[in-house]
């Protein structure tokens, strides 16, 4: 069962412009939030985190909003870039057990 | 920042052989460490659970006789794929827990074809 659902596999952004990526959860247990960025044959990257206590975080070019009442994060990149090109995986966990993850959206930036 | 340092980055190996994944934490001491699958076009899947000095906590589904988990120190953690066979062709990945606050640090995975 898929606790950790992002729906859109790929999205392609003009470079410069804002990337948008969401990500849908069914546990209400979960408590953290994390993104994660992943080229070919390397493991994942952090890029991002946010705690159920908060509804913002935002780090440089990336933030993160949670909406708790829909169950709903979303990753915003801004400006996009062409080398912020590959798989972003959404993943969520509760009392710091294993990470849950999305199926991931692979974002590609053209210039 | 704390890595996790996975071995090796990709193997080859016959069917029925066994295939040893080593997953090191430099610089930091890892207690828990999760084993996770990617199958292509998927989401990761953890596999399983390892504290360091007791046995792994195995997903449902996952044979534990077949996918060995050890986690003998708490800087290696190794996974032991066990009579290996094509379907068990997969990008293997280890991650690291490393604070309290749920610091999550990954390997950079293994892909594992069977043939």
């Known amino acids: 069962d898929q606790q950790v659902k992002q729906n859109s596999p790929s999205l392609s952004v003009q470079e410069g412009r804002i990337s948008i990526l969401n990500c849908d959860y069914t546990?209400?247990?979960?408590?953290?939030f994390l993104w994660y960025k992943k080229y070919p044959a390397e493991g994942p990257t952090f890029l991002i985190s946010?705690?159920?206590?908060?509804d913002k975080n935002e780090d440089g070019r990336f933030t993160v909003f949670l909406n708790k009442s829909a169950k709903h994060l979303s990753l915003h990149i801004v400006p996009s870039q062409p080398g912020d090109s590959a798989v972003y995986f959404c993943?969520?966990?509760?009392?710091?057990?294993?990470?849950?993850f999305g199926k991931g959206t692979s974002l590609l930036v053209t210039p | 920042g704390a890595v996790v340092s996975q071995h090796p980055s990709w193997v080859i190996c016959k069917s029925g052989t066994s295939v040893k994944i080593e997953c090191r934490s430099l610089?930091?001491?890892?207690?828990?460490m999760f084993w996770y699958r990617q199958f292509p076009k998927k989401s990761l899947m953890l596999m399983a659970t390892s504290n360091e000095g007791s046995k792994a906590t195995y997903e449902q589904g996952v044979e534990k006789d077949k996918f060995l988990i050890n986690h003998a120190s708490l800087t290696l953690s190794t996974l032991t794929v066990t009579s290996a066979h094509p379907e068990d062709s997969s990008f293997y990945i280890c991650?690291?827990?490393?604070?309290?606050?749920?610091?999550?640090?990954f390997g950079s995975g293994t892909r594992l074809t069977v043939v």
């Open positions: 993943a969520a966990s509760h009392s710091g057990y294993a990470l849950n």
């Open positions: 946010i705690s159920s206590i908060k």
């Open positions: 546990n209400s247990m979960f408590d953290y």
């Open positions: 991650s690291a827990r490393t604070e309290p606050n749920y610091g999550y640090t």
């Open positions: 610089d930091f001491q890892a207690t828990t």
